[in-house]
């Protein structure tokens, strides 16, 4: 029988389509359709019969994975092994090209986006897409949906990673997911807020600054060596043992540590004696000193057993600016009948004075504090609490002998 191969193929497929080299995916749609001996007589006629017996023998019980092989050996090892070579062979074996046709004529070139490969089933025409492309006609990219965030610009590949985000600047990480408000740059719950490639911060109350980084810490608001923290909403000051008041600002000795160097009255070298540091009652005597320091445990005082009478025990301040509204507070205890005198000299100049007993209880009295011995040893004289505190205007705002506190007022050596 001589068929005019020619004329049949050219009503089924186009000579553009006939010069195309089958992909695996039509290879495969192929060979399913072709029926096991008609694919024995098509190796012959390509002369593959000893591979399709090699192939047939490892895979005994798969034939339709023999077919397949077989035919991409021979795309494999045949030149211009196009449809047309195909067409050829099934014609001169006067099998139909009808299934054939079906592999490739619905099969538009171009037809399936982004390197997918068209093949047919169940008559319609389908795309085989490459990993992370999906959709009909593999239009749907790795970049469709929301892969790169943040304006980022996504490129797709066929092998994995399936896509990369170039991040405008400023943005990095995987998706572009990292911005420039990602390391949380403003400070004290600031708001953070991108403008192009970096970030703004508008600051909570009491912080300024580009990263609201400057407190009210930032202007050392704690004086004599105090330390500031602050909570995002107000400051504080934490005072050494030497100072209190809201910013440190008061100077204050309160006696629980013996020479405190950070009490601003240290103890005079150069007098008779020196103060004891003692907590609740003094000595064995009867008859004079404190039952218990003022504030907390401990206070200072003068020890008069077996000391001589008229001997004398210094507290001396350091070098202090005394402004013209500070006041010195205190408080003392002068109980015994020997009681000799309580001093408080500013430079040389006496600023206060108490002699004899004052009552069992604590009063509150330069800044030299000088405790001379009665005549006995019933003569214990104590202090405790001393602070230089600031007030409001002048000295006649020094809270002046209130119950047990005594004031001295200080003269100012130093204009603001
Ligand atoms: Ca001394
Ligand atoms: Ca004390």
Known sequence: MVIDSGSLLSNRLSDDALSQIPSDIELLRFSTNCVSNQMHELVSYLEMSKKWDSITHNYPNDIEVAKYLVLSKWKEIKDQSNFKALAEALTKMDISTHFLCQVNTQCDKNRCENSGTCYVKDGSPRCACPNGFTDTL?????????????????????????????????????????????????????????????????????????????????????????????????????????????????????????????????????DDNDWSHHSVRTTSSVGTGPCSAYQGSFYYYLEATSKKDGSKARLISKNIYIESNQCLTFQYHMYGKNIGTLNVNQMSSLQWTRSGDQGICWRLAQITIEAVRGSGFQSDISIDDAKIIFVNNMWDNCPIGLNNVSTVKLLANHSA
Do not use: H, W
């Open 138 to 270: 593999c239009s749907t990219t790795p970049c469709s949906d929301t892969a790169c965030l943040n304006n980022g610009t996504c490129m797709y590949n066929t092998t994995s990673p399936m896509y990369t985000c170039q991040c405008p600047t400023g943005f990095s990480g995987a998706s572009c997911e990292v911005t420039p408000c990602s390391s949380f740059p403003c400070l004290y719950n600031g708001t953070c807020s991108i403008t192009d490639s970096t970030y703004t911060c508008s600051c909570k109350s009491d912080t300024t600054g580009n990263q609201c980084q400057t407190t009210p810490c930032s202007s050392s608001p704690c004086q004599n060596n105090g330390m500031c923290s602050f909570n995002g909403t107000s400051y504080e000051c934490k005072c050494n043992s030497g100072s209190s008041g809201p910013n440190c600002e008061d100077l204050r000795c309160d006696f629980e540590i013996d020479d405190d160097p950070n009490c601003f009255l240290q103890q005079d070298k150069f």
